[in-house]
């Protein structure tokens, strides 16, 4: 929707005339004869011709600047977008600053899906109409209106630029490409509201990547001002319990992803199905980091409660379960002491490991058959 608003006020707004137009025209020289030609002819494809013809044969005539104006301005109610960037071209060439010039060709560029001329149009008109938002306001009474009405019709073309760059990034399969324009925008205009927009998008693609560095440092930076992506909190926390630092953050984060699925709403368009194993294994997630991290701290009773929550949520992911049940059953044993139904529990827990293939199977049956020689009547 808001970019809706944008592009609406867009096509009823534009920059006032940017060039000088001829006020007289000698025709006793080439470029005036040629000049008074196109200003007579009313055939727009003639006209348009006889544009060009101006431009190539005079390309430093003072008046070149506005002929190009003219020509672009043609092109874009063509909808020849070839000739709309090349146009743009040249007339960015003579005057780097004009705002116009470079929206255009940003436009014909999103009508191409031409991301790197995206990239290029969007950095100039996002600059440009920058230059135009932080211009003096005139001495001149009569003109300070005029400059209102441009300065802001130059923040919404600024706007729009970031618009640009952030569609380009979401709408490209590439994750490299959405890390490209992702990053070019989080520098370029950290303050947008698409550079917010543009935090999830590029999380992922850093991952899609395999760039989990990156995807780490950014999930870091996001989390300090905002904790509601449970992909970030999960990844984050997952790497502080690895890398055991940071003890604190790893329940904060846990406790906070398991508040954030409790409370979130089935996605649009995601079967009951889906939606149940994803937030059944997120949640799960979360219990086993927040488990694990009390059982490194040898806080027992805590990572009891956090792995038996974390156990019946973990069906779906496979490797964790053994880790999960051999944690639940070294806390039960630890717990035991004077209480025979922990050491019971225990010997469950174990039992249930072994029964798994994996790293942990030989051990929790040696567990299991120490704890049935300790205490009598453990099944």
Not at 66 to 88: F, M, N, P, R
């Amino acid at each position: 929707m808001r970019a809706l608003v944008i592009l609406t006020m867009m096509s009823v707004a534009a920059f006032g005339q940017r060039h000088k137009a001829p006020e007289e025209v000698n025709a006793e020289k080439p470029e005036g004869k040629l000049m008074q030609q196109f200003m007579q002819e009313s055939d727009p494809a003639k006209k348009i011709t006889l544009y060009e013809q101006f431009v190539t044969d005079f390309p430093k005539d003072e008046h070149t600047p506005w002929v190009l104006e003219q020509v672009q301005a043609y092109y874009v109610k063509a909808g020849q977008t070839d000739q709309i960037i090349a146009s743009g071209d040249k007339l960015l060439a003579i005057d780097p600053d004009d705002p116009e010039a470079a929206l255009q060709a940003l436009k014909a560029a999103e009508t191409k899906k031409d991301l790197a001329l995206v990239r290029k149009y969007s950095d100039i008109t996002n600059r440009n109409a920058r230059k135009m938002v932080a211009s003096p306001q005139p001495k001149e009474a009569d003109e300070v209106e005029g400059w209102k009405k441009e300065v802001e019709y130059a923040k919404s073309v600024a706007q729009y630029s970031d618009y640009a760059l952030f569609r380009g990034a979401v709408e490209s399969r590439d994750p490299k490409v959405t890390i490209e324009l992702g990053e070019a925008l989080q520098q370029r205009s950290p303050e947008s509201e698409y550079a917010g927009k543009m935090r999830d998008p590029l999380f992922l693609a850093y991952r899609q990547a395999g760039a989990n560095d990156k995807a780490i440092a950014f999930a870091e930076k996001t989390l300090a001002t905002d904790q509601s992506n449970e992909d970030m909190l999960l990844v984050v926390a997952d790497s502080y319990l690895n890398q055991k630092k940071e003890p604190e953050k790893v329940h904060a984060y846990s406790a906070k992803i398991v508040e954030i699925m409790a409370a979130k709403p089935k996605p649009e368009g995601a079967s009951d199905a889906d939606w149940t194993t994803r937030k059944n294994t997120i949640t799960g997630l979360a219990h086993y980091m927040s488990g694990k991290q009390y059982s490194n701290e040898g806080k027992l009773a805590q990572a009891d409660q956090e792995l038996r929550r974390a156990l019946p949520l973990i069906e779906t992911t496979p490797a964790l379960k053994p880790e999960t049940l051999f944690m639940l059953g070294l806390a039960n044993y630890k717990l035991a002491a004077g209480k025979p139904d922990r050491a019971q529990e225990a010997a469950n827990y174990f039992r249930q490991c072994a029964a798994m293939p994996g790293p942990m199977q030989a051990q929790a049956a040696k567990n299991l058959k120490s704890i049935q020689t300790e205490y009598r009547g453990i099944k």
